[in-house]
């Protein structure tokens, strides 16, 4: 007789297993991937918790388990990530969306006004200012990026999503249009030290090192992002940047240098350095 395989069951051996092959999250990983293989929500899973499975849908979920377990993001197999409570379609073209980016995302958001206008630079996948422009259905949110399949992608999210950004090709700031001026600027380039790269695990290796590497110190991008923006801020915009925790000292007076005010480090919901906002300065500041 076969042996019999129910959600509940798989889940408690991938759990372990992905346990020992140093998976994060091994649980939820195996709820996703179990979910995505059966075409159904995790909720589903423990509705049916008991409901024999057959061979087709324990081959797919075993080829599932198969790549994860050598390192393939979780997101590329499901080929999506919640983002702000949207689904941001996920593959090889750009850096996973991460949760500690939504708490920028909200940042940027709440800092722009009905009406206003939001650039968000190396969007990658979108998910920032597709966010923005679905949580401000009357703001102008633009967003550029190097990469034509990072770009794409993003395309295809907004389609997806029924957002209205307009995303240009090309180098941070070098596709706006002259004068060309915004109430937020906000990006999460690449920052992190190249050196480290080849420490970081397997699944953050396989994204895109254009997204990841930011030169030997990080902060090759910010440096450049933090010297253009005054002269993209109308007066008292705001710049959002995410950043490398090396950079909570460094990004700031990178800020104060390019004549923007009061950068202020923000701190993720561990307690980690994870952004920096800073303003143009209003015309009776100094600089």
Known sequence: MSEVWTPLRL?????????????DAPRLTAELLLAHALRC???????????????????AFRELVRRRAEGEPTAWLTGKREFLRHAFRCDARALVPRPETELVAEAAIEALPEGGRLLDLCTGT????????????????????????ALAL??????????????????????????????????????????????????????PRLALDGGPDGL??????AAGARERLVPGGLLLLEMHESHAGPLPALCREAGLAGPTVKRDLAGLPRWVEARAPREAEPG
């Not at 090759?220 to 992002?225: A, E, N």
């Open 11 to 23: 889940i408690a051996w991938t759990q372990g297993y992905f346990a020992r092959a140093g998976v």
């Open 41 to 59: 929500d995790r909720v589903r899973l423990y509705l049916d918790f008991d409901k024999p499975l057959g061979a087709p849908e324990l081959a």
């Open 126 to 149: 979108g998910c920032i200012a597709i966010s923005a422009a679905l949580a401000r259905p009357g703001a102008t949110v633009v967003a550029t990026d190097l990469s034509p399949e």
């Open 154 to 207: 993003a395309a295809e999210n907004a389609a997806a999503l029924q957002a209205r950004v307009e995303l240009l090709p090309g180098d941070l700031f070098a596709p706006l249009p002259a004068g060309a001026r915004f109430d937020v600027v906000v990006s999460n380039p690449p920052y992190v030290p190249a050196g480290e790269i080849d420490g970081l695990s397997r699944e953050v290796r396989r994204e």
């Open 220 to 225: 090759s991008l910010l440096r450049r992002i």
